[in-house]
């Protein structure tokens, strides 16, 4: 049941992604055009040019990115930590595996933020929970995960190997929940440190929690949104990875939801 949920889960992210739909938009007005459907083609061509210029100046994803990543407070305040939980998401396995060097990228935060916490208090526990969540490593044979780089990354800045756990099996986040608790098997009493990117902070609170942990307490980081007015510039890309990013983690949060995950 879990690689089901996994594969549909990778399936419904294609389409829900903006450039998905333009493609799709484009592919009609080429149809229209073939089937002499003239004046489709022309609203199809206008409603998608617009559609365009509003995506690349206006920050729409901010909007929707925003009470996610709002949810948690920043820098909460510790006395006390026993153990930091890093998600995966901020390393490039690829091109790791490529250059046979350690990768991050844009949520390469996760790893700034465990590093300190890890430093401040000496005596935490770091768990590292990612395997691979491409759909084309399902049956296997993914090479170096996410655990590997991460291993990598946290032994090069002088982690010490016996404060390190790797989980290297999860693929999404209800898995990355459920395999490290069965891993670190936290005492009650215990107070734990969950590290991810704030606009998935909700989601993965809800599964960490669903899976029995307790204790837990939200460490976001990776923030990607900022005031709307400086987010007003022709940003075509920028503004539509934020978007899509926006989308998948308000679905991602719902389907969670509906699926008790």
């Given at each position: 049941m879990d690689t089901v949920f996994f594969i549909a889960s990778k399936l419904?992210?294609?389409?829900?992604?903006?450039?998905?739909?333009?493609?799709?938009?484009?592919?009609?007005?080429?149809?229209?055009?073939?089937?002499?459907?003239?004046?489709?083609?022309?609203?199809?061509?206008?409603?998608?040019?617009?559609?365009?210029?509003?995506?690349?100046?206006?920050?729409?994803?901010?909007?929707?990115?925003?009470?996610?990543?709002?949810?948690y407070a920043p820098a909460p305040q510790l006395d006390r930590v026993d153990g930091i939980i890093v998600l995966g998401g901020g390393e490039d396995a690829a091109a790791s595996r490529f250059w046979g060097q350690a990768q991050v990228?844009?949520?390469?935060?996760?790893?700034?933020?465990?590093?300190?916490?890890?430093?401040r208090f000496p005596d935490a526990v770091v768990l590292f929970a990612g395997g691979s969540g491409r759909l084309r490593d399902t049956a296997g044979g993914a090479g170096a995960t996410e655990?590997?780089?991460?291993?990598?990354?946290?032994?090069?800045?002088?982690?010490?190997?016996?404060?390190?756990?790797?989980?290297?099996?999860?693929?999404?986040?209800?898995?990355?929940?459920?395999?490290?608790h069965a891993l670190a098997q936290p005492e009650a009493?215990?107070?734990?440190?969950?590290?991810?990117?704030?606009?998935?902070?909700?989601?993965?609170?809800?599964?960490?929690?669903?899976?029995?942990?307790?204790?837990?307490?939200?460490?976001?980081?990776?923030?990607?949104?900022?005031?709307?007015?400086?987010g007003l510039e022709w940003e075509p890309a920028g503004h539509i990875e934020t978007l899509n990013t926006a989308i998948k983690a308000w679905v991602g949060l719902i389907a969670y939801r509906l699926a008790g995950r």
């Open positions: 419904v992210g294609l389409l829900i992604r903006v450039d998905s739909w333009i493609v799709l938009a484009l592919a009609l007005i080429v149809i229209a055009l073939f089937m002499e459907w003239r004046r489709l083609a022309k609203v199809l061509a206008v409603g998608t040019i617009t559609v365009l210029l509003a995506l690349s100046i206006l920050p729409l994803g901010d909007l929707l990115l925003r009470p996610l990543e709002s949810a990228n844009e949520g390469g935060d996760r790893f700034l933020a465990a590093l300190s916490l890890a430093h655990a590997d780089v991460a291993a990598q990354i946290f032994r090069a800045q002088g982690l010490a190997p016996d404060r390190l756990l790797l989980e290297s099996r999860s693929r999404n986040t209800a898995e990355n929940a459920r395999l490290s009493d215990e107070v734990w440190v969950l590290v991810t990117s704030a606009f998935h902070m909700p989601r993965a609170m809800a599964s960490f929690r669903a899976a029995g942990w307790e204790g837990l307490v939200a460490y976001p980081v990776d923030y990607r949104t900022s005031g709307f007015a400086d």
